[in-house]
């Protein structure tokens, strides 16, 4: 088979952060070190040894990108100190722009003021938009949605996800192709008689790994430094993505008791009704998970926050003020005299949140939506012996 | 001990310094040769083997040990240590510490009854702390001088030694004694030490039972060893699969030394050829990163391991640990075969690098390379010249070499100090240094 080689890929990919991966002379350490690595599945050292000959298709069908925690073991044990982790993010940095439509990704990727820019003008600009069908303002008490009809609040909400749900599932189809090209995956196997894990993969992928963060907990945690399990890499994380999840669950549930008709949207509700209490907790988990990381990035606490990208920042500050905003409209909310601030909040926090949804394809957010599809891979194997094909035609 | 006047004092004698020496002094000059440890001879001399001719290593040494303790020329002057250096009109007065040997090394046969008398066992330095000596001894056979030296640290202060002695030499009131050498020049050969066992703690950080540095193989190599076969340290069990690891010390910037310490290829392969003559059905396995036998009749050297069975795996061992029945178990990828395997062996031995000794270099006040080791800064033109005129460095004092090389280099400085002093002598003017920028 012919291999398409691209001799600029390293240039590119060093564009992307993977800085003095040149230094690499693949003696292997990196693989040997890592905690995920295995005999079907090595890396770091393999990823580097495809840019380093050029070969782009091969790097960007790998499952193995996603398959790294960025623990930072091979960067602190570097002998070359090529820093791999720091390669390995970008490489998938990379992959977010390849596999995302019209390499809209570049922009957050690569170019800080210009990512930063339209991240601003985005916000802004459903910012006035919010701005521009405003309703009255109500004094006695805080009535969001009647300052914003709640209609134009749901269908935005509505049209965002099946935007962002459209283009997540272009993302996830071109990933699978390259992947199953790379990994001799073909969707003969459904017809030649090869027996998948097709359920229990997705199950491993979508619970095991990705919810309940098996293989992180249990391998990823940098061997350097030992640190209190509230700081550990994978609670923070967890923290934050399952803060997330309660979040969107409130949401959700809020919509379902909206259509059912049990609750409108915007009703007054006290602090421990089920809906409220849920994104409440979920949002103090969704914010300490949030500052750490912040905090963290900022110090460059450890090799794996050693070299951050836009993409990393613009992810991470989109997530924190659509949550702070959140807090401070919720606080509006039980005080007394509905304060004015609340409304002005209220526009902000939709325009943040909506920033951040249309953009989860093309910054780190994207991250949610390629492990999984790598992790699926990751767990699909025959489970049992091909039964014998018929003979076929040809 | 009295003052005295020399040409040139060589400081180190190891096989660099001691050749320098003899260099020197046969073409006549007043030579002192200064060494902290009480004899002569270095790392070499602890040797077995040298690469790539496989002669026996104290059939080169000790015959030199003996030269320099018997040249008229050559005043040496063992378990020394430099207390300061000051420029003087015709060159540099140093100021040596003679440390209480407890014997008085004019009477000292050298009969050793002292020691099979001494009550007390400690771990032999020369033997890597593998075997044990006594408190009062001559610190091996073929030690020079055969002067007994008592471990003030260890002693019980029994006086078996003082009674047995035949010539009454052990005095246990002897004070360290300051004296002067005026000197025209100084060569330093303070040589090497091995980046510690310990600096590596994906490696165990020095506490696996079977894990060693190379300086330990060569004890159990070597014919003068502590027990004379190659043995694991931890239980005694002989070995039947044993592994290198090279690049342990070297070329590993997580530890801070960044160069390549030249010599660990060829002693690992050298070992593993000795090995194979000692046991000859262990497995040997030599993981690398690049075999660099750069030297003259090293790559046939090289070839010839592999034609013997020695196993050369590319991979850069990136952690040890150990089974229970305490054998080393390494992780590494076979980069060849792209595969993550951990493989059990009986011993592992870490081919640590070369760090410059914690020598003189502070009290010669002499600028060191990013590297650590002493700056040369015409290495091309002149290569043993440091930044002080009359300062000459030679051997691994000035960057990590093998035998071969200091032999060459220590020749190459001799050249160079009596090109010094001859130019310096009955108060002529310093002819005009050469143009450094054209050589550099």
């Known amino acids: ?394 | 001990m009295e003052n005295f006047n020399v040409d040139t004092l060589v400081i180190g004698g190891g096989i660099a310094g001691m050749q320098a020496a003899l260099d020197l002094a046969d073409q006549g000059f007043q030579t002192a040769l200064v060494d902290h440890e009480p004899t002569i001879g270095g790392k070499m001399i602890t040797l077995s083997k040298v690469f790539p001719t496989l002669d026996c290593c104290s059939c080169i040494t000790t015959p030199k040990m003996s030269s320099v303790a018997h040249h008229p020329n050559i005043q040496l002057l063992t378990y020394c240590d430099l207390q300061s250096i000051q420029e003087s009109d015709s060159g540099f007065r140093v100021a040596i510490v003679q440390k209480p040997r407890y014997v008085d090394a004019h009477k000292c046969t050298g009969c050793r009854k002292c020691e099979y008398e001494c009550p007390i066992l400690i771990p032999n330095p020369y033997d890597r702390g593998l075997g044990a000596y006594h408190a009062i001894r001559v610190p091996f056979s073929t030690a020079v001088p055969q002067t007994a030296v008592l471990d003030m640290d260890n002693c019980i202060l029994c006086g078996k030694c003082e009674k047995v002695c035949p010539t009454q030499a052990v005095t246990f009131t002897q004070k360290p004694e300051t004296f002067e050498v005026q000197t025209r020049t100084i060569v330093l050969a303070s040589g090497f030490e091995l980046t510690p066992l310990e600096a590596k703690k994906e490696y165990g950080g020095g506490l696996l039972h079977n894990v060693i540095d190379p300086l330990m193989m060569e004890r159990f190599l070597a014919p003068t060893g502590p027990y004379g076969r190659v043995l694991r340290p931890g239980d005694g069990k002989e070995p039947t699969s044993i592994a290198y690891v090279q690049c342990a010390g070297s070329r590993d910037q997580s530890l801070g030394v960044e160069y390549c310490s030249r010599v660990c290829c060829m002693y690992a392969i050298k070992q593993a050829m000795l090995i194979s003559g000692a046991l000859p059905m262990a497995e040997i396995t030599i993981y690398y990163m690049d075999i660099r036998t750069f030297g003259k009749g090293y790559e046939q050297f090289y070839q010839n391991a592999q034609a013997m069975g020695v196993e050369f795996i590319r991979g850069k061992v990136a952690a040890i640990h150990e089974d229970d029945q305490q054998n080393p178990v390494v992780k590494v990828e076979l980069t060849e075969d792209g595969r993550v395997v951990e493989r059990t062996h009986d011993l592992v031995v870490l081919s640590l690098g070369m760090v410059p000794s914690p020598g003189s270099a502070g009290i010669l006040e002499l600028p060191l390379g990013d590297d650590k080791f002493i700056s040369v800064p015409a290495p091309n033109a002149r290569p043993c010249h440091t930044t002080r005129p009359g300062i000459f460095v030679t051997g691994t004092a000035m960057g990590p070499m093998d035998i071969v090389d200091s032999i060459i280099s220590a020749s190459s400085a001799a050249a160079a100090t009596s090109a010094y002093i001859r130019a310096h002598q009955n108060g002529q003017a310093s002819p005009k240094p050469q143009e450094e920028a054209v050589y550099a």
């Open chain 1, 1 to 394: 088979m012919t291999q398409r080689v691209d001799p600029n890929i390293l240039t590119e990919l060093k564009a992307f952060g993977a800085m003095g991966i040149e230094k690499c002379t693949n003696c292997g350490n990196c693989t040997a070190i890592c905690p995920m690595a295995s005999e079907d599945e090595h890396f770091p050292r393999y990823m580097i040894r495809l840019a380093q000959i050029g070969m782009k298709d091969e790097l960007l069908g790998s499952k193995e990108l996603w398959l790294c925690y960025n623990c930072g073991d091979c960067s602190e044990t570097c002998p070359q100190q090529a820093e791999p982790a720091n390669f390995m993010a970008a490489a998938r940095c990379y992959a977010v722009t390849h596999f995302a439509p019209l390499k809209i990704g570049y922009l957050f990727c690569r170019t800080p003021l210009l990512g930063g820019f339209i991240t601003v003008l985005m916000v802004l600009f459903f910012g006035i938009f919010f701005y521009g069908e405003r309703q009255t303002v109500a004094t006695d008490s805080l009535k969001l949605f009647h300052f914003i009809p709640r209609d134009l609040v749901h269908n935005a909400g509505l049209a965002a996800m099946i935007l962002i749900g459209l283009v997540s599932l272009m993302t996830i189809f071109t990933m699978l192709v390259r992947i199953a090209r790379v990994n001799n995956l073909s969707f003969r196997n459904f017809f030649n008689g090869t027996r998948m894990n097709w359920v229990q993969a997705f199950w491993e992928a979508v619970v095991v790994q990705s919810l309940a963060q098996k293989r992180y907990r249990e391998k990823c945690e940098p061997s350097q430094n030992s640190v209190k399990w509230y700081f550990s890499k994978w609670f923070v994380h967890a923290a934050t993505m399952w803060g997330f999840l309660g979040l969107l669950l409130a949401t959700a549930l809020n919509f379902l008791l909206d259509i059912l008709g049990v609750k409108a949207t915007g009703t007054f509700v006290p602090l421990w009704y089920p809906t409220r209490l849920i994104g409440t907790l979920s949002g103090l988990l969704f914010m300490y998970g949030v500052m750490v990381l912040l905090v963290k990035r900022w110090r460059s606490a450890d090799k794996a926050h050693s070299f951050s990208r836009p993409s990393d920042w613009i992810f991470l500050i989109l997530l924190w003020l659509s949550g702070m905003t959140g807090f401070i409209i919720e606080i509006a909310l039980y005080l007394p005299g509905a304060p004015l601030w609340g409304y002005w909040m209220f526009i902000f926090h939709m325009a943040v949140s909506l920033v951040l949804l249309l953009l989860l394809p093309f910054t780190k957010f994207a991250h949610a939506i390629y492990r999984i599809v790598a992790l699926y891979v990751h767990a699909l194997k025959p489970v049992a012996k091909p039964v014998t094909a018929p003979a076929s035609a040809d």
